[in-house]
């Protein structure tokens, strides 16, 4: 038996967890102030939901899933993002038929990508998505933008770039698109097998390829910005209008054209420009999808969101220094001596916790010196101190670890003083 944890994937031990932790409780706080609502989808979809949502000819869908035949011969695939699902449940569920468009969702959950694994890449990773579905104005553009931004500002995060982009309306695609097959088409030959195929089935791709990063065609690619027509124009001004209004910078970078099939109009990522983190800077992705809903058989909706993953948030963190704040001190140890009074602890202890108090004691027979280093380790704000004596005059003796002070409080009223020690 091979006694070790699949390649990409990682344990999250306790003390890790408490980051994790604070982080997810952060998303909640900021999604609520923007109302967004959660959603959870299942983990595994039909896998025909990422190969029409997010595009066959992506890397993706081509060589990172994990896809697999079940028992009853379906074909399934363990959801490697979140935006396909959640417009599948919105399609499937008629959530279009809510009055409260926009659907504003976000979700939190485990994505699994067949990727090569390395720093900032795993193949079980945690995104923390919105999808904003029902609405074409620009503000919401901003809005998700803005709410991306609040998650990294709120854990102290400092060195951010945001870069956007706008990949234009339908009709600005299909004129950028014959200017990418004209500008590769001589020398095709010399790109790579998939970028061969991905010529006349969505040129785009080659732009996003990782393979052929350097080839010197690809900066002299012809802008997609130079393509928009009149109307994607006017609306990607009124997006960069509203993120100035809203005071966030930004760099335009007409060459983002992200790894999925679905963009249209807004696209932007967030960087880590710190200099301690790795290869890949990329924290956050998102975008604009209008015609996804229809793809599956709803109304035309437009929608917009985006995805980071927790493991990338905190390797940003690692890369600035920064270190959360989640200590969680206990309120109480109960330091016993005796048989005795070992067992009236039990007690004593669900008592302090039926109050409401965080509460341990020591269950390994330790030594009084090792139950107090617990005490101290476990951050205790109070610890109680029972033996054989105490019990007899009905007494304990509470200890605050910070000062050092020491008082005796009556075992009948023990609670009820207790509680008092936090008024
Ligand atoms: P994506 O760019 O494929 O977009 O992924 C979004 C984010 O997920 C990335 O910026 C990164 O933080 C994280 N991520 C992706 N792959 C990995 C990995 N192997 N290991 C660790 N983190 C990873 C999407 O998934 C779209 N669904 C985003 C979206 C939502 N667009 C519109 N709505």
């Not at 890449?121 to 609405?135: H, P, W």
């Amino acid at each position: 038996m091979k006694v070790q944890i699949p390649r990409g994937t990682q344990d999250i031990l306790p003390s890790d967890v408490r980051t994790w932790q604070w982080i997810e409780e952060k998303v909640k706080e900021i999604t609520k102030k923007y109302r967004y609502e959660e959603i959870r989808t299942p983990i595994f979809e039909h896998t025909e939901i990422f190969t029409r949502g997010v595009g066959d000819t992506t890397d993706i869908v081509q060589k990172e899933m994990y896809s697999f035949q079940d028992r009853g011969g379906r074909d399934i695939t363990l959801r490697p993002e979140g935006t396909a699902a959640v417009v599948r449940s919105y399609v499937e569920k008629k959530m279009y038929g809510d009055p409260n468009q926009p659907m504003k969702l976000y979700y939190l959950g485990p994505m699994f990508r067949y990727e090569r694994p390395q720093s900032g890449r795993f193949r079980q990773f945690v995104q923390f998505g919105v999808e904003a579905l029902g609405s074409n104005d620009p503000a919401i553009d901003a809005e998700v933008i803005a709410l991306a931004l609040d998650v990294y500002k709120s854990a102290g995060l400092k060195n951010l770039k945001l870069v956007i982009n706008s990949l234009g309306d339908k009709e600005s695609r299909i004129s950028h698109r014959q200017a990418l097959i004209d500008h590769f088409k001589p020398s095709i030959h010399e790109f790579c097998s998939d970028c061969q195929n991905r010529l006349e089935k969505n040129p785009l791709r080659i732009l996003d390829c990782k393979v052929d990063r350097e080839h010197p065609l690809m900066g002299s690619a012809p802008s997609i910005l130079e393509f928009l027509n009149e109307e994607s124009k006017a609306y990607f001004g009124k997006v960069c209008s509203y993120l100035d209004d809203l005071q966030i910078d930004y760099e335009i970078d007409s060459t983002l054209v992200r790894g999925l099939d679905y963009y249209n109009h807004t696209t932007f990522e967030i960087m880590s420009s710190a200099s301690g983190f790795g290869a890949i800077t990329t924290l956050c992705g998102g975008g604009r999808y209008n015609g996804l809903v229809e793809e599956f058989g709803g109304p035309e909706t437009p929608g917009i969101g985006f995805a980071l993953s927790i493991e990338r948030l905190i390797a940003a963190l690692e890369a600035e220094g920064i270190e959360l704040d989640t200590s969680d001190a206990l309120d109480l140890y109960i330091v016993t001596l005796g048989e005795e009074a070992k067992d009236y602890s039990v007690k004593l202890l669900n008592a302090v916790r039926q109050a409401g108090f965080t509460a341990d004691r020591d269950y390994t027979d330790r030594k009084i010196k090792a139950q107090l280093k617990s005490a101290d380790r476990l951050n205790a704000r109070f610890v109680v101190i029972l033996g054989e004596d105490e019990l007899n005059k009905g007494i304990v003796q509470v200890k605050e670890m910070n000062t050092g002070e020491q008082k005796e409080v009556e075992i009948s009223s023990f609670v009820q003083q207790f509680t008092q020690l936090f008024e």
